[in-house]
């Protein structure tokens, strides 16, 4: 109003000026827009309501006491920890999907990368593919892989089915009870199966429960279970679980998934939820809408279609128990699959973007599906999901690698990169967060497709909290954000920061604290996201942080901070009772230090976006230390081990600095610090490892793509239409591999289907989707003396199958393509730092 006002008062003032007039009223327009979207940049938030009291003792879980006394919980908030609140970072690893040989390394990497639970389907074909005849050995021995995660120190969750889905056959139900019996009911005959089938994986768990001593605290019963037929429902929910208790599997936590309208018995489990940056099950053939996983989330927990392969009738119990139940997520997408009508591929961002979200929506347990990818075990019939067996979606035979953060041959992808900063500050922070409220902005999007209104919620307990804000949603660029302030309206106070509007760029994602406690001083607010504390004894505390890309830093303190204060690299500005921080640029020497009498000395690190996402965070040398390098960092039992994927130079940043060198695999030399890390290198002697290639079949013309099954949509090709493809011999001698850690092929074509062989042996398969396809080839062995052969079945030119915009084929007048466009082997370097 006051602005029409105005505006009216102008019109008149020049109403008579003629041209003058017209230039005059643009100006004013002007003026006053730039004056309301000043105010509207503004964005605020009441974050001064009670925290209520989280309400326990009404979830039936089991024995949550271990023999050493720690004991683990859950209330209506969160899960505990000897009391504590716990925000602990979930990970699904599937160890028969993977080579018993490489677990323990691969749980290290995943404990290296911030998690703290391993949660993995027991497959049930995959251990009793036929009647009565159990297999627990080798790739499927879940009792070795249990036993390997509690000397990691990782936590387990058993996903115990009996349907799992998991992209497996009849959702890894075994055939011939499928063809035998009603199954995800009460059938007698079933439950018999089922009966026996836990009574299994009771013997594999004996003694690795928590109860026991060991790494087991959980198990998750069923999946996106929606049934509600006679015999069904919430009551075979409850007979699961009591048949897993008779089995011996008493755990601190029982789960079912949550969503697509799950049903289960209130207080007897608890549901956890998840979402996906996309739909690789659905049947458009185009981009999608914004999805909601980019969207905060104020008033339900569920996310829309995950991918259930049956449908629900009516509103599931998760929706109605809100008020009794943990927010808990366990299936995050930390990747994608490709399925054979839609091929999805994800960016790094487009999974990191989504933490923020999920944490300022109120997820208590960050759980992502899948963490580490793999392969279906070669079996007749195949193992996957596919329409030919009735599936709802086709997958590929063998490859299940899911666009995952560790790959089936454990390459570390990307997305770590991204990922690792939410997952320390989670375990250094969660605790504080954990308990905190989330609280609705005044103004908010007005739906998951409006990209223009900012995203941001914040979380908070008194007038402490966290600010989440989310400015990415995958395949659609978002408005700059222009100088942006957040109103946070807390109990005691309104704070208002940053104290120069910040322009907030598409692609930009973080969390800032509010009124954050570093060991006694008070943080009033930081435009930088806490990363991690590192105590270092008797030299004081660490804490690490991470600028935002393009948003300059700025710390507030209480101004009676000052005279302990040290940042000689920063503007101080007095402002009130508040001292600001400011014109600091990060960076390795980037540090302020808060040194008050009769407390430990605080260091502040600052870090810019490059350098946390080279950051890792483990102990050596028997002190919790940050490693910053370009190469793949985990570490392992007393050492560091660095990986290097065709990069034969190795640096290493590390800090606090180490006693003596470390002992190392290659020569090691001390390199100038940079700011205060201690900096080594060394150099490997480069290798290459040659590949010859000849095509020996040319393409055949292949017939139109097939559509039916349950989506009415693109179904992948019968076996006799492989016929069709064009074939690769491939020569790569295994000789050649000696003296490297390992060896990748990669394989980058464009086609429909990629297969690789040894003589009729199928090694993997691939869907083209732009993502280039890697095989360890060491771990092939003597195959490798025996040749390869590639096949790539055509892709027609109108094939109704979904591809990335960016990877689809340009095929040029052609009715189909199937060429190979590069083929190599990688050589994987691998440095080894030992303290011992």
């Known amino acids: 109003m006051q602005n029409n006002t105005r505006q009216n008062e102008v019109k008149k003032t020049f109403s008579k000026a003629g041209k003058r007039t017209k230039i005059a009223l643009a100006l004013c327009t002007l003026w006053l827009a730039c004056s309301q979207a000043q105010a509207a940049s503004l964005l605020k938030i009441d974050a001064s309501g009670l925290t209520p009291d989280p309400v326990s003792g009404h979830l039936k879980m089991g024995t949550a006491v271990s023999p050493g006394g720690e004991r683990l919980g859950a209330n209506n908030q969160y899960l505990t920890r000897n009391g504590q609140a716990w925000l602990p970072v979930m990970g699904e690893f599937h160890y028969s999907r993977s080579p018993a040989a490489s677990w323990e390394a691969e749980l290290r990497k995943m404990k290296s990368s911030g998690i703290d639970i391993v949660a993995s389907y027991v497959i049930w074909n995959h251990h009793e593919e036929r009647e009565g005849q159990f297999n627990w050995k080798g790739n499927r021995d879940l009792r070795h892989f249990i036993q390997l995660c509690g000397k990691v120190g990782l936590n387990v969750v058993v996903r115990v089915g009996p349907w799992a889905h998991a992209e497996a056959r009849f959702g890894g139900i075994p ?384 101004a009676d901070v000052a005279p302990y204060l040290n940042a000689p690299s920063a503007r101080l500005n007095k402002l009130g009772s508040r001292i600001v921080l400011d014109k600091l640029t990060p960076g390795t020497s980037s540090t302020l230090t808060i040194n008050r009498p009769g407390s430990k000395p605080v260091t502040i690190l600052v870090l810019a976006p490059e350098q946390v996402q080279q950051l890792s965070i483990g102990v050596l040398g028997g002190q919790r230390r940050l490693v910053m390098s370009e190469q793949d960092a985990y570490f392992d039992a007393g050492s560091l081990q660095l990986r290097s994927a065709g990069q034969e130079n190795f640096r290493v940043a590390i800090y606090p600095a180490l006693a003596k060198k470390p002992a190392a695999n290659q020569t090691l030399t001390a390199a100038a610090n940079d700011g205060v890390f201690q900096v080594f290198e060394a150099h490997f002697p480069k290798l290459n490892a040659d590949v010859s290639i000849k095509q020996t079949r040319a393409a055949r013309k292949m017939p139109a793509v097939m559509i039916g099954g349950l989506a009415k949509a693109a179904m992948q090709p019968i076996p006799e239409h492989f016929s069709h493809a064009a074939t690769w011999q491939i020569s790569a001698p295994k000789a050649q591999l000696k003296g490297l850690d390992d060896a990748l092929l990669e394989i980058d074509f464009v086609g429909d289907i990629g297969r690789l062989f040894s003589g009729t042996r199928m090694l993997d398969d691939w869907y083209y989707n732009g993502q280039k396809w890697q095989i360890n080839l060491k771990s092939l062995g003597a195959s490798l003396d025996q040749g390869l052969t590639l096949n790539v079945l055509p892709l027609r030119s109108d094939a109704p199958i979904y591809l990335p915009k960016e990877h689809r084929p340009q095929f040029d007048e052609q009715a189909q393509i199937a060429s190979l466009r590069n083929l190599r082997v990688i050589p994987v370097y691998q440095l080894r730092l030992s303290t011992k």
């Open 175 to 558: 055939d011939w009870v499928v063809d035998a019996m009603p199954t995800r009911g009460d059938d007698p005959q079933y439950m018999q199966f089922v009966e026996r089938l836990y009574a299994q994986i009771g013997q594999q768990v004996q003694g690795q429960l928590w109860k026991n001593g060991g790494p087991v605290i959980g198990v998750q019963l069923e999946n996106e279970y929606n049934l509600r037929g006679p015999g069904e429902g919430e009551g075979h929910i409850l007979a699961l679980k009591r048949l897993a208790l008779k089995a011996g599997m008493d755990v601190p936590l029982y789960t079912v998934t949550g969503w697509d309208g799950t049903v289960y018995p209130s207080g007897e489990v608890t549901p956890v939820f998840g979402g996906y940056p996309d739909e690789p099950w659905g049947v458009s053939t185009k981009e999608l809408p914004p999805k909601e996983t980019y969207a905060f989330r104020f008033d339900s927990r569920v996310s829309g279609d995950l991918g259930a392969q049956t449908a629900a009738t009516a509103p599931g119990t998760a929706e109605t128990d809100i008020a009794l139940t943990p927010f808990l997520g366990a299936e995050y997408g930390a990747g994608l699959p490709a399925m054979y009508r839609r091929r999805t591929l994800v960016s790094p961002d487009d999974i990191a973007s989504m933490l923020p979200v999920q944490l300022g929506s109120g997820v208590n347990l960050m759980g992502y599906y899948m963490y580490h990818g793999g392969r279906n075990p070669v079996s007749q019939p195949s193992m996957e999901e596919s329409t030919l067996s009735g599936g709802y979606n086709d997958t590929p035979k063998i490859t299940y690698d899911f666009n995952a953060p560790l790959g089936p041959d454990g390459q570390q992808r990307p997305v770590l990169t991204r990922l690792r900063p939410f997952h320390y500050f989670l375990h250094d922070f969660g605790p504080r967060l954990a308990p905190m409220t989330v609280r609705k902005p005044e103004l908010v999007p007005a739906s998951a497709q409006e990209l223009t209104t900012p995203r941001f919620s914040v979380r908070s307990k008194g007038d402490s909290a966290f600010l989440f804000v989310n400015n990415h949603v995958r395949q659609y660029a978002m408005p700059l954000q222009s100088g942006l302030q957040f109103s946070v309206k807390l109990p005691h106070e309104t704070l208002v920061f940053p104290q120069q509007g910040v322009d907030v760029a598409d692609g930009s994602y973080f969390i800032w604290p509010i009124n954050f406690d570093l060991d006694g001083t008070l943080l009033n607010y930081a435009t930088a996201q806490p990363v991690a504390r590192l105590d270092n004894g008797k030299d004081g505390v660490l804490y690490v942080f991470s600028a935002a890309r393009g948003i300059p830093v700025e710390l507030a303190f209480n």
